[in-house]
């Protein structure tokens, strides 16, 4: 059983149209997060939530909106698409221990391109 | 917020060497630091981490040495071979909670034949 599955795997879009990622886990976890890794391979934080409440919102375009209608599952809905947001979109997931590492699991990917 | 430099971002290293990638990060309250491996196409792997009130964590031909007064933490790989090469990726947590990780730039490993 796939732990964090995310669809679709592959998005090729032209630019100016709206696209939604979905992602969910099976984990049982509470927190989760949506990673971008661009060409050079870069891997940044976007939106964190935990309990499907919005934690971290990094320095995202609003045209990036992410909605966690349960804690089990985090989406990401993007507007506008530009050529910039091509890239690979990672959903991931951890249990929150405080004081303690987290392990992050991550889905298999999203691969975005805009045209 | 936390910063993470990774070096070096490319090595290069004959089958058998050993392999070493280094990584420091800002913020002294940093307490969890994983390493990440990806192969291409794929999603990035946890392959092992430490946390700070350990020096070093060994798995069979990994290990990870942490240095809090420094500030540096590094990935060593010994024995390599071909199925080692991918990008690996360091990362530090600050504190607890939802932080998630700030990674580094990774490295990408090529083991030659």
């Known amino acids: 059983d796939t732990a964090v599955s995310q669809t679709p795997k592959y998005l090729v879009t032209q630019m100016g149209n709206d696209k939604s990622i979905k992602c969910e886990q099976n984990?049982?976890?509470?927190?989760m997060y949506w990673y971008k890794q661009d060409s050079k391979k870069f891997l940044k934080i976007m939106f964190s939530?935990?309990?499907?409440?919005?934690?971290i919102n990094e320095t995202v375009p609003n045209r990036f909106s992410p909605k966690s209608p349960d804690k089990a599952h985090l989406n990401l809905h993007i507007n506008s698409l530009e050529l910039g947001d091509s890239a690979v979109y990672f959903c991931?997931?951890?249990?929150?221990?405080?004081?303690?590492?987290?392990?992050?699991?991550f889905g298999e990917g999203s691969w975005l391109t805009v045209v | 917020g936390e910063n993470v430099e990774q070096h070096p971002s490319t090595l290069s290293v004959q089958e058998g060497d050993s392999a070493v990638i280094k990584c420091t990060y800002s913020?002294?309250?940093?307490?969890?630091f994983p390493w990440y491996k990806q192969e291409l196409g794929k999603r990035p792997q946890l392959i092992i981490d430490?946390?700070?009130?350990?020096g070093e964590k060994k798995d069979q031909r990994i290990a990870v040495t942490l240095n809090k007064t420094a500030k540096h933490f590094s990935l060593h790989i010994t024995e390599t071979q071909p199925e080692d090469s991918a990008v690996y990726f360091c990362?530090?947590?600050?504190?607890?909670?939802?932080?998630?990780?700030?990674f580094g730039k990774g490295t990408h490993l090529i083991i030659q034949p």
């Open positions: 913020d002294s309250a940093s307490n969890y």
């Open positions: 990362a530090a947590r600050l504190g607890g909670g939802a932080d998630g990780l700030t």
């Open positions: 991931a997931s951890s249990q929150v221990r405080w004081y303690s590492g987290n392990t992050i699991y």
């Open positions: 984990l049982g976890h509470d927190t």
């Open positions: 939530y935990n309990n499907k409440e919005l934690i």
């Open positions: 430490i946390r700070s009130n350990v």
